[in-house]
């Protein structure tokens, strides 16, 4: 059984950085795409970032020269290092997990597109 863990989650002033992680495990298909979503009360999950398994990754323009994902295959990890937070990128931070590879596509940029999702980590950026 696939599980998705997130962690590290915390509340930081403007300016600030924080590295998110997610533990996966009971992962067993040849080829993953590996994601992170966001999402605030009232508002859709939104899509932040991809990476597939030979790191080619992909960001959403919110966040791109700010955040970046990362993996260890070997430790099973994945992480979202986040730089120079906003207020906007207060959410809760989910990772996801699909056996699909990673296309580029706008459907991949959807919760459909994932299989595999963990509970959530907040992160909270104060003005």
């Known amino acids: 059984q696939v599980q998705l863990v997130e962690s590290g989650g915390d509340s930081v002033q403007a300016g600030g950085s924080l590295r998110v992680s997610c533990s996966v495990s009971g992962y067993t298909y040849n080829t993953h795409c590996l994601a992170w979503f966001r999402q605030v009360p009232g508002k859709e999950r939104e899509w932040v970032a991809t990476?597939?398994?030979?790191?080619?990754?992909n960001y959403v323009d919110s966040v791109k020269g700010r955040f970046t994902i990362s993996q260890d295959n070997t430790k099973n990890t994945l992480w979202l290092q986040m730089n120079n937070l906003k207020p906007e990128d207060t959410a809760m931070y989910y990772c996801?997990?699909?056996?699909?590879?990673?296309?580029?596509?706008?459907?991949?940029?959807?919760?459909?597109?994932?299989?595999?999702w963990g509970h959530g980590t907040q992160v909270t950026v104060a003005s």
């Open positions: 990476i597939d398994d030979d790191d080619t990754t």
């Open positions: 996801a997990a699909t056996a699909l590879e990673c296309s580029d596509s706008d459907y991949e940029k959807t919760t459909d597109a994932f299989g595999f």
